[in-house]
């Protein structure tokens, strides 16, 4: 065989090898990297995850269950305007329309069913409107109590509502 043949038979034979090896090298890395995160599951994870925990389960007894729970808030005005007058919420480090969005992850996708039904979302400027009035009384507790009281009686099954607060 001549030189030139040669080369162009090993040629043939690495590109026949890239051909078959290159799909099997590079697709197991597009199929394992990880699903994109919602931006507002991502803030809420950022900000808000640290306290709630990863998916609204806090295991700490200062720190209220939000999964499952959070849409409860829904069912009055006022338990609309605590959850975004709330410290953490209010002074959140996201503008209005980043914090709205979070807030509807929480009630919404976290709250699993807790919002009562036609409750409207959060808009961006209603969130920009309330988080100007936060809360500033140390006695969150007994507040809390007296917004999750007016909820029961509008939503019965926001009872578990008083599962946080008893005891602190
Ligand atoms: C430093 C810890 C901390 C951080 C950070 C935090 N929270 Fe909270 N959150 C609390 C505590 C404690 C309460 C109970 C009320 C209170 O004492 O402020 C609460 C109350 C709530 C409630 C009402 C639950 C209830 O049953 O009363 C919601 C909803 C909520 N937080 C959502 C958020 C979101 C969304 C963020 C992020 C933007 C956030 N929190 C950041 C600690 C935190």
């Known amino acids: 065989m ?3 043949a040669h080369l162009a ?6 590109a026949a090898i890239l051909i078959f090896i290159v799909p099997f090298a590079v697709t197991p890395v597009v199929a394992s990297s990880p699903p994109a995160i919602p931006p507002a599951a991502s803030a809420y994870l950022e900000g808000c995850g640290g306290c709630h925990g990863v998916e609204g389960h806090s295991l700490a007894e200062r720190v ?5 729970k959070a849409g409860f808030f829904l069912c009055t005005q006022a338990g ?19 914090l709205a969005a979070v807030m ?11 919002a009562p039904h036609g409750a409207k979302p959060f808009t ?3 969130v920009a409107a309330l988080r100007t009035k936060p809360i500033d009384t140390t006695a969150l507790v007994a507040l ?8 029961v009686a509008r939503c019965p099954k926001a009872v578990n509502l008083n599962a946080y607060g008893g005891g602190l």
Do not use: C, W
Request: aromatic letters at 8%; zero cysteines.
């Open 2 to 4: 001549s030189r030139r």
């Open 9 to 14: 038979t090993v040629g043939a034979i690495l």
């Open 64 to 68: 209220p269950d939000i999964a499952g």
């Open 80 to 98: 609309r305007e605590y959850l975004i007058q709330l410290p953490n919420v209010a002074f959140a480090h996201l503008d209005s329309t980043k």
């Open 104 to 114: 509807n992850f929480v009630v919404f996708d976290m709250g699993r069913g807790s």
């Open 124 to 126: 961006p400027s209603e």
């Open 144 to 151: 809390r109590t007296g917004i999750v009281t007016g909820i």
